[in-house]
């Protein structure tokens, strides 16, 4: 089945540093992938998306790529800010157009 | 862009009673609405698919007796947590797929808790 593997937070950081949160998925065929961000007591707001193998998502300085051959979309970011401070989700859409997340990375960027 | 409205955003409710959570899509028509299961500090757990006019999809281990989905219109899901107890507090989140084109929009969620 469908799956994806989110580097495990909790991750503190200074303000102007830089941030990496890896994702590796498992999928049958040709899955779409995303970045969520979930800020507390709300929903999760779309950070960005690949549609396929190459593509670069980027979106409020935040990027991802969609490597295939290593199967990963590793979310970087270089130079947070405390507004950043969020839970963020990679997840990857496949066939059956269900959303499968990882675990969520907890990300606070101290001033 | 594309919106979702949940509501309510947090309910209260005694045991033994139910409660309704409401999903719309403001601005677009949603082929799919998912219903989302979140406990404190972990990821989204799906609890079911529902397409418009027709019954919705339960994953697995998901009491569709109890968890009761109708999905009436392409803008209106309702999520009802029947007979509630206070293992089934939780937050709660719903998310519409757009008829077209690969979106998924997420409603703010629901905080549920049982007493």
């Known amino acids: 089945g469908n799956s994806v593997t989110q580097m495990e937070g909790p991750v503190t950081l200074s303000e102007e540093a830089f941030l990496t949160i890896n994702c590796t998925y498992t999928?049958?065929?040709?899955?779409?992938l995303f970045w969520y961000v979930q800020y507390p007591g709300e929903g999760l707001q779309l950070l960005l998306k690949a549609t396929k193998a190459d593509d670069k998502g980027s979106n409020k300085g935040f990027e991802a790529t969609y490597r295939k051959e290593t199967t990963s979309f590793h979310l970087e970011k270089g130079s947070v800010q405390v507004s950043d401070s969020a839970v963020y989700f990679c997840?990857?859409?496949?066939?059956?157009?269900?959303?499968?997340f990882g675990a969520g990375t907890t990300v606070t960027v101290r001033a | 862009g594309a919106v979702v409205s949940q509501h309510p955003s947090r309910v209260i409710c005694k045991s033994g009673t139910s409660v309704k959570i409401e999903c719309r899509s403001l601005?677009?028509?949603?082929?799919?609405m998912f219903w989302y299961r979140q406990f404190p500090k972990q990821s989204l757990m799906l609890m079911a698919t529902s397409n418009e006019g027709s019954k919705a999809t339960y994953e697995q281990g998901v009491e569709k007796d109890k968890f009761l989905i109708n999905h009436a219109s392409l803008t209106l899901s309702t999520l009802t947590v029947t007979s509630a107890h206070p293992e089934d507090s939780s937050f709660y989140i719903c998310s519409a797929r757009e008829r077209q084109g690969l979106g998924y929009t997420f409603g703010s969620g629901t905080r549920l808790t049982v007493v």
């Open positions: 601005d677009f028509q949603a082929t799919t």
């Open positions: 999928a049958t065929g040709y899955p779409s």
């Open positions: 997840a990857l859409s496949a066939a059956d157009y269900k959303l499968s």
